[in-house]
């Protein structure tokens, strides 16, 4: 098997001719994680990695190998985060002017087909982070929730088939 020297496996597709837009928030988090895997992560295994090759035979050594393989990840990393950084185009929630719509960066409350409340914030694809609610603005919840009003109710695309979900409540903002 060859090397990797394809950087999509360092995150999230971006779909064809979609724009990559972030929040705020999102590219401040990109940004750090940048910065810190540029000044911190990369710098210490860097001081691992020579280290190791300075201990002899590089071909059973495990803290060399390993280094090296960290390196490539971190570097793979470092290019995906740059790439987006570079086409990223933020959008704030916050300047939202038509509020009674669901667009990028809303919080939106909807009940779901078994009558139980759910509340996700709407953020770019290169931020999502499901276990905070926060999804992708093209995965299918999305998609159905984008433009609806509090009341209506919208059908979700799902591997079982159309679900029905009713929209509660659209809020704006950077969370606190």
């Not at 086409?87 to 719509?101: G, H, K, T």
């Not at 779901?112 to 931020?127: A, K, L, S």
Request: glycine share 8%; charged share 35%; hydrophobic share 35%.
């Amino acid at each position: 098997m060859s090397e990797e020297t394809d950087d999509d496996d360092a995150g999230p597709a971006l779909p064809s001719g979609v724009k990559n837009y972030i929040t705020p928030a999102g590219l401040q988090r990109l940004q750090d994680e940048l910065l810190h895997l540029r000044r911190v992560e990369r710098p210490k295994v860097v001081e691992v990695v020579s280290w190791a090759a300075g201990n002899g035979d590089r071909s059973e050594n495990g803290d060399y190998i390993y280094g090296k393989k960290r390196l490539r990840e971190i570097d793979r990393r470092m290019r995906f985060l740059m790439k987006r950084l570079e086409i990223a185009e933020v959008v704030d929630p916050a300047q939202q002017r038509n509020r009674d719509q669901v667009f990028f960066g809303a919080t939106v409350t909807y009940l779901d087909p078994r009558n139980e409340e759910r509340t996700i914030r709407i953020v770019g694809v290169d931020e999502t982070r499901p276990d905070r609610g926060e999804v992708s603005w093209v995965s299918p919840i999305a998609r159905a929730l984008l433009k609806a009003r509090e009341g209506d109710v919208v059908d979700v695309r799902t591997p079982a088939g159309p679900e029905p979900v009713e929209v509660l409540r659209i809020a704006y903002g950077e969370p606190g």
